[in-house]
Structures are given as structure tokens and as C-alpha cells.
């Protein structure tokens, strides 16, 4: 339950006024006037997401501090103002950024793009200063008028200051017999909220007489701090080094006490209205509280915190640097972990206890699904200078894995290139560079290149000199083969790497190879098998707290069990190579419950995201769905250019039962044009399957083409499409008659579609909605064209389109 705003009525009024009228509307007014309050009335009423901007110095900090309140973030190769408009774009949410440093982050021209960049985005900031800006609104919040010396001692200011001494446990005042000491301290208050409550709670303790007429909040804050013991007073300076809020356990190590210690001590300083605790039980401190707490610390307090903060990053860090779950205890501590790791890397002292706190924290973030964080730390470890080579060969591996999840699959190689130059100084450099290999075979895998993952896994299992990178590699391997369709080998090397079931800091292995196996089973038609396996997988991941795989695993059920009950994850903030999946996953329901549009549009997103993401195999699964959707929604031309697409795909990536599923996509539409070579594209389906032993499941099995007695020589290269096979097919759905050579053939028939309603004057929002798709994947489609076209503008293209003509 919010406090009154007491005296307020006029300024909330004004606020109420301002954001009927502007987008833009910034509070401003000294610190502690309360801002912050007044605001929180305001928002209670609507819609919003809240950002703490205090401790946020520069714009990047506050647009990706704003993208995690909307639950939202970029994708690769996205610019942060241009995800922040589209997450607020069309969405009646009020954004709050609370105690912006609007001159420090130089956010002002960045909020006026996003604003003229849409049509429904609201903000509101409190700040010291306005920005200004011209769609800025500024409502200006003064102190509470104190009573002059002939007044009578009432109003908001005397009301809030009896009310805060009754809250600390003060006597009762009387107004008649002490309005002298009731005058004083309010006038040095100057009538700031935070600094009559602050003296209110001096008066409480020590008395009105004795409590000190503080004129400004630095001073009130010093009069507290003298009036502490001498225990309360370190903890005040201490608490004011954390830039974070933090648990009991942490300020149980950064006092050097015990917890039951820390919370008397902690809220001792909260019945002080020093420190504040929300309702997870993390305590925090007011910025400019903060502020004049660390300016009191002295060098031991310093040195204490640091101390304190590694001793306790040590105690709770996993004992291994291979184990780690999502359910890990200080995950609910994260800020407190990153800084003690980044704080020990600074210092060459303590660099080794840093690098050895980060390496043993990767497993719980990344099972946890966190992989912004995990690049950060890592990044930041590696940027304080090189640990100790053994382990900064790994840190350096862990944030290019990280990287590539967070950027985009191949952004992580120039850290595994510097992997490798720790290698070259660590112990045994072979099992070093044994463990990179295996991680950029990893990274080829998502890509899609499977000839250059089977390499590097082939690689890392011939230098790994002890076999503890073995399975790992092997299990890549038996990834590559199932992708491949060589399904014998696939489970011969699921079966080799078994084992790791038996390792504790591997049985992450041994779920994923399981969940390979049924899909096998699934490919060959063993449905019952493939639902047990990944049913089992999905439960047993469950209760080792392994996130990741586990939801993994559960995607693939719920294509196949739709009793299934899903679990329930923001999808925002899963990494890319999981919320990919997950994605499709969503769309594949929808189209199942007979929504085709929408289906189409989360289809459309999860391509451009594969594409910019260079999440290959992802985005032919996708454009399956997309091409789907679309033949369900008449669009029989786009679901030609996307089945084409995805076939060109997955010729260069060599996956050919996806490859038959596309051909199966194609004879349905060819049948559905009367082209005489539908059954020609089953029969191609079936070349494919055949060999492997795999069937037609999903989206294959609903077209339903009779194939031919065989499909066209020069289609296939053996078991596999040959080289010519993509163009050979292309032409059967391309038989116009020649047309004179236009500027505009560059482009795809999706980038055709999108360059023609923006020469009628479409807007991105209405050309997705004609298409079936959303607006991220239209602002792709007009990336592309500006890119082919060598231009830069709607205007540009409306014209060479019109010229066209």
C-alpha cells in the first residue's frame, strides 16, 4: 500500500493533465521532494513498467534496463532504440524511469526518436533536470510548504512529520507546548518529504530538543549516522559501498557478522528510514541516502565489502565448475555475484579467486537460461586482464558461448580464438584447445553448417587427452547424424557417450541424448517410443533443475502429446537457441487450434529471428510452419517462395528428411496450382526418406500427394538432392513468360510483395497485416531490399517500383 501523498493534490492534478496531453512527461525536482511518490500514485492507475534508473549511467545501460521491465530485448543485429520502439509501440503501458541522470546518459534525443517513431509509446521520467526536448512535458515537483513563523503549525509538512515520529515509536507532540522545536526542524527541512522524514524519525529517538536542525539531506543523513552505535554505523556505510540490492545473507558477509546479526542490525537501520526492504526481503538503499553513506565509508569499510562480498561468492559458488542448477541459491543474488567477481578480477591480488568464482558459476546461469548475464561477468573477468591460463582458456570458451546465444551463433568465435591463446600457456594446451573444438562444433551445429560441426566435434575428440571432452564431442556428433538422417550412426554414438549419466556435472549429456534418441524414434515412425522417451527426459530434467535441456525436451513433446501441460516460461527472456523452438512450438499450436493468421506472423518473427540469429536449423523448422500457415491461408504464391527458400536451405545445410518435408510442402501447393508436377515433388519426398528408413510426420503427412513411380533424375544425387536440384524445381512454379530486365529481379517474391504497398504508401504495421506477417518481419524484408537496391529510403523504393511499371 502506497504512503498519502500529503499536500500533493495540485501536482498529482498537473501529472494527470500532462499525460492526457503529451507521451513524454518528466517530473523534476530536488532530491528527496518526492517524485518517486508521486509518480507511483500515478501509475498505480494505469498500465506500467517500472525501470529504477538511479545507479544507470549511460544510454545503452537504460535501454536495456527499460527492455527487461517490458520484457522484451533486441534481436540479433537489432538496435536497442529500434527494440525499444517496437516494445512500446501498439502497447497501453506506461514506461517509468525513475531518477534518469538525463544530462549523465544523454537520453533525451533517444527518447524523442523512440516517441516520433511511434504512435502509442508513454513515458515518464523523474529527474533533476528536463531534457529538453520538443515532445517533453515537464511538471515540476517543489518542497512542502513549511508554516511560516506566525502560522499556524499545520498543513502536509506537520502532518507527515507526527505521522513519521508516531511510525518510528516516538512520544506524542504537543503542538501547543513545543511548537518552537516543530518550527525549527521543519524550516531546516526545507520542507523535502525525505528530510522531514528523516528529522521526524531524529525526534523520535533523541527527542525534538535534541535532534538536529539538518539543512540539507547530506546533513540529515550524517546526524543519523552519529546517532547510530557504533556496529549501525559501519553497517550504514557498508550497506551505502553495495551499488545493488542484496539478501541477508550477503550483508551477513559484508558485516562480518551472522544473519540473524545482519537482519537486527538491518533493520535497525530501516526503522531509521535509512535502508528499505522489498518483499523478497532484499534491502536497498535511497540514491541519495546511498550517496552520502559512501561518501562517510573509510578505507577499511572498503576493503571489508570486498572482502565480503569474494568470501561469500566462494561459499556459495558451486564446488565444480561443471555443476550448477537453475535452482541455485545465489541466483536470487545475482548483482551481489557479479560484483564480487568483477570487483576480485580488478584487483591482480584477488584476479585468480575471481576467475575461479566466475568459472564455477557458468553452469547454474547457463542451466538457468541467463546467458546475458553469463557474458557480462565473463567479459568483464576477461577484460580486467588474463587469469590464470587453465581457467581463463575456459572463461574465455564460456563467454564465447554466452556471446554466441545472446548476439547471434557465430559472435562468440573471436573469444574462442582468444581461448585458444590462453591454451597455449595452460598446463596441458591439448585439453584446452580439445574443450574449444568442442564448443565451435557447437556453435557450426546451430548455424546449420553440420559439415564443419562434425570437423570440429571429430577435432576435439583427437586432442582431448583424457577423454573429458569426449562425450560432449560425441554427443554433437550424434546431433549432426540425426540432422543428416544417418540414424544407425546417430545412435552408435548416443550409446558411446551414455556414460556421462553416471557423472554428476554431466547428466545434462546424457537428457540431450536421450532426447535425440526419441527423435529418432519419432522420424521412423515410433511415435509411442519417441512420446515415453521425451516424456521421461522432460520429468527427470525437472528435478535436476536442468532448465534448459529440459525445455528443450518438452518442446518436441508438445508436438507430439498435445495433453501435455506446457511449462510456463516468459519467452522473452530465454535465449535465442530456446526461444526459437519454443516459438515455433506456440505457432504450431495456434495453427492447430485453427488459427492460421497468427500463426503465420509468429512463424514470420521466428524466421527473421533464426535468420539474424544465424540459427540455420531453426529457420527452416520455421519457414515449415510459415509455409504451412500460409497454404492454410490461401496464399499459395508466398507459401512457393517460402517452401523454395527453405529447400535452398537445406540443400546447403544437407538436412534431408527437411528437405522431404519441403518437397511435400511444394506437391501440396503444385497440386493445389494443377502443376503436373505435384506427384514428381512427393516422389522426390520419398527418395529422400526411404533410404533412412524415416516416414512422413506433421505437416508432411497432411498433404497427402500420391507420389510418382520416381522422381526426376537430375532432382537427386543419389540418396541426397543434387546440386541442380534447387533451380530445377524453382522452375517448375516460375513458367511466366520473360519479362524485360528490371532493377526490382534482385528481389524475392516476399521483398516483390513488401516493395509494392509501399509504393501504394502502406505503413509497416499495414503491410503486415495484408501479408500475414509482423511488423519485425516486414522492416526485414525493407532492410534487405534497401540493401540490394543500394538505397535508403521508402520514397526511394516507392519510385523504382513505380518506374518499374
Same mark, same amino acid.
Given at each position: ?68 521491465? +517490458? ?203 535509512? *535502508? ?52 541455485? #541459491? ?11 567477481? *568483477? ?77 585458444? #591463446? ?129 525445455? *528443450? ?37 495456434? +495453427? ?22 544465424? *540459427? ?24 512457393? %517462395? ?140 525493407? %532492410? ?22
Amino acid at each position: 500500500m502506497l504512503s498519502p501523498c500529503l499536500g500533493r493534490e495540485d501536482v498529482q492534478r498537473a501529472l494527470h493533465e500532462a499525460l492526457e496531453e503529451s507521451r513524454w512527461v518528466t517530473v523534476v525536482g530536488p532530491p528527496g521532494s518526492g517524485k518517486t511518490l508521486l509518480v507511483r500514485h500515478v501509475a498505480a492507475t494505469v498500465v506500467a513498467s517500472w525501470v529504477d534508473a538511479r545507479s544507470l549511467h549511460t544510454i545503452d545501460e537504460v535501454l536495456v534496463a527499460a527492455l527487461a521491465s +517490458l520484457e522484451s530485448e533486441t534481436a540479433p543485429g537489432d538496435s536497442l532504440t529500434g527494440a525499444l520502439g517496437r516494445a512500446v509501440d501498439g502497447r497501453e503501458c506506461l514506461l517509468v524511469l525513475d531518477g534518469l541522470d538525463l544530462d549523465t546518459t544523454e537520453a533525451g534525443p533517444v527518447l524523442q526518436s523512440v516517441l516520433e517513431a511511434t504512435s502509442d509509446a508513454r513515458v515518464v521520467v523523474t529527474a533533476l533536470t528536463t531534457a529538453g526536448q520538443p515532445a517533453e512535458s515537464v511538471v515540476r515537483v517543489g518542497p512542502l510548504p513549511v508554516p511560516s513563523p506566525r502560522a499556524p503549525l499545520e498543513g502536509p509538512a506537520v502532518e507527515l512529520f507526527l505521522r513519521r515520529i508516531r511510525a518510528a515509536g516516538g512520544q506524542q507532540v504537543d503542538l501547543a507546548e513545543q511548537a518552537h522545536e516543530v518550527r525549527r526542524l521543519l524550516r531546516a527541512t526545507g520542507g523535502l518529504p525525505l528530510l522531514i522524514e528523516q528529522v521526524a524519525v531524529q525526534s523520535a529517538l533523541v527527542g525534538l530538543s535534541n535532534a538536529m536542525s539538518a539543512v540539507s539531506l547530506d546533513q540529515a543523513v550524517d546526524s543519523a549516522h552519529d546517532l547510530l552505535d557504533e556496529r549501525s554505523a559501519a553497517a550504514l556505510r557498508r550497506i551505502g559501498l553495495l551499488d545493488f540490492h542484496a539478501g541477508l545473507g550477503v550483508l551477513a558477509h559484508v558485516l562480518d557478522v551472522s544473519v540473524p546479526e545482519a537482519a537486527e542490525l538491518a533493520g535497525n537501520l530501516v526503522r531509521r528510514s535509512l *535502508l528499505e526492504v522489498d518483499a523478497q526481503g532484499h534491502f536497498d538503499m535511497l540514491s541519495p541516502i546511498r550517496g552520502r553513506a559512501r561518501a562517510l565509508a573509510r578505507p577499511d569499510d572498503v576493503a571489508a565489502v570486498n572482502a565480503g562480498l569474494l568470501t561469500w561468492a566462494q561459499a556459495n559458488a558451486p564446488a565444480h565448475d561443471n555443476y550448477g542448477a537453475a535452482d541455485a #541459491e545465489w541466483l536470487g543474488d545475482l548483482p551481489a555475484m557479479r560484483h564480487a567477481v *568483477l570487483t576480485a578480477c580488478a584487483d591482480p591480488e584477488t584476479r585468480a579467486e575471481g576467475y575461479s568464482v566466475a568459472n564455477r558459476i557458468f553452469s547454474s546461469l547457463y542451466t538457468s537460461m541467463r546467458a546475458r548475464e553469463a557474458v557480462e561477468i565473463l567479459e568483464g573477468a576477461l577484460a580486467s586482464g588474463d587469469g590464470p591460463p587453465g581457467i581463463g582458456a575456459q572463461i574465455a570458451r564460456r563467454a564465447g558461448i554466452a556471446a554466441s546465444e545472446v548476439r547471434g551463433t557465430y559472435e562468440g568465435l573471436w573469444l574462442l580464438a582468444r581461448s585458444d #591463446e590462453h591454451a597455449s600457456a595452460a598446463p596441458i594446451p591439448e585439453e584446452q584447445l580439445s574443450k574449444t573444438a568442442s564448443i565451435r562444433a557447437e556453435m557450426h551445429l546451430d548455424a546449420g553448417d553440420l559439415a564443419s560441426a562434425e570437423v570440429e566435434a571429430k577435432r576435439a575428440i583427437e586432442l582431448d587427452p583424457d577423454g573429458s571432452i569426449t562425450r560432449q564431442a560425441t554427443r554433437t556428433l550424434a546431433d549432426v547424424y540425426t540432422s543428416q538422417g544417418r540414424f544407425a550412426e546417430a545412435t552408435e554414438a548416443a550409446v558411446a557417450a551414455m556414460p556421462a549419466r553416471a557423472t554428476g556435472d554431466e547428466r545434462w549429456i546424457d537428457l540431450s541424448l536421450r532426447t535425440l534418441l526419441a527423435r529418432i524414434a519419432l522420424e521412423q515412425g515410433r511415435i509411442a517410443e519417441a512420446v515415453a522417451g521425451t516424456r521421461a527426459v522432460v520429468v527427470e530434467a525437472r528435478e535436476l533443475a536442468e532448465d534448459r535441456v529440459g525445455l *528443450l525436451a518438452e518442446t518436441l513433446l508438445r508436438n507430439l502429446d498435445p495433453t501435455w501441460v506446457a511449462t510456463d516460461v516468459v519467452r522473452e527472456t530465454l535465449p535465442w537457441a530456446v526461444r526459437l523452438p519454443v516459438l515455433a512450438q506456440d505457432g504450431r499450436d495456434l +495453427l492447430e487450434r485453427g488459427d492460421a493468421k497468427r500463426a503465420a506472423g509468429l512463424a514470420a518473427d521466428v524466421v527473421a529471428l533464426a535468420d539474424s540469429a544465424r *540459427l540455420g536449423r531453426d529457420g527452416v523448422d520455421a519457414r515449415l510452419l510459415l509455409g504451412r500457415a500460409l497454404v492454410d491461408l490461401g496464399d499459395l504464391d508466398q507459401a512457393t %517462395t517460402t517452401y523454395l527458400t527453405a529447400l535452398d536451405h537445406c540443400r546447403t545445410m544437407r538436412l534431408p528428411l527437411r528437405a522431404a518435408d519441403v518437397l511435400d510442402g511444394l506437391a501440396g501447393v503444385a497440386r493445389a496450382r494443377d502443376l503436373p508436377e505435384a506427384r514428381s515433388l512427393a516422389a522426390a519426398a520419398f527418395a529422400l526418406r526411404t533410404p533412412r528408413k524415416a516416414v512422413r510426420w506433421g505437416y508432411s503427412a497432411d498433404y497427402d500427394v500420391v507420389p510418382a513411380n520416381r522422381a526426376p533424375a537430375e532432382w537427386l544425387d543419389g540418396d541426397d538432392l543434387s546440386a541442380d536440384a534447387v533451380p530445377l524445381i524453382t522452375a517448375v512454379f516460375n513458367r511466366a513468360t520473360p519479362a524485360r530486365p528490371s532493377v526490382l529481379d534482385a528481389l524475392t517474391a516476399a521483398e516483390r510483395q513488401v516493395a509494392e504497398r509501399v509504393a501504394h504508401g502502406l505503413t509497416s504495421r499495414q503491410i503486415a497485416e495484408e501479408l500475414y506477417v509482423s511488423p519485425r518481419t516486414v522492416d526485414a524484408h525493407l %532492410t534487405h531490399i534497401y540493401r540490394k537496391l543500394d538505397i535508403n529510403t521508402r520514397a526511394r523504393l516507392a519510385a523504382l517500383v513505380v518506374d518499374d511499371r
